[in-house]
């Protein structure tokens, strides 16, 4: 099923991570946060894109392997 929620802005994603939007700036640019899509010049996020990240920093010790 095709998800029908409006694309997510930075600063929509930054709030719901309660992370500055200037962190997401660093980690596309390092390519370590939620996938991400450009229309136009602007930068947008789908948020099952934003779930899927969430689910995959799930992680059981800080235990560094």
Same mark, same amino acid.
């Given at each position: 099923? %095709? ?9 929509? #994603? ?7 939007? /200037?962190?997401? $700036?660093?980690? %596309? ?9 450009? #229309? ?7 948020? /099952?894109?934003? $779930? ?14």
């Amino acid at each position: 099923m %095709r998800d029908t929620r409006p694309l997510a802005t930075p600063a929509e #994603v930054a709030e719901h991570l309660q992370k500055p939007v /200037r962190t997401l $700036e660093q980690w %596309r640019y390092l390519g370590i946060g939620p996938s991400f899509i450009r #229309v136009g010049r602007d930068v947008r996020y789908r948020w /099952r894109d934003i $779930e899927r990240w969430e689910d995959a920093q799930t992680t059981a010790t800080t235990a560094v392997a």
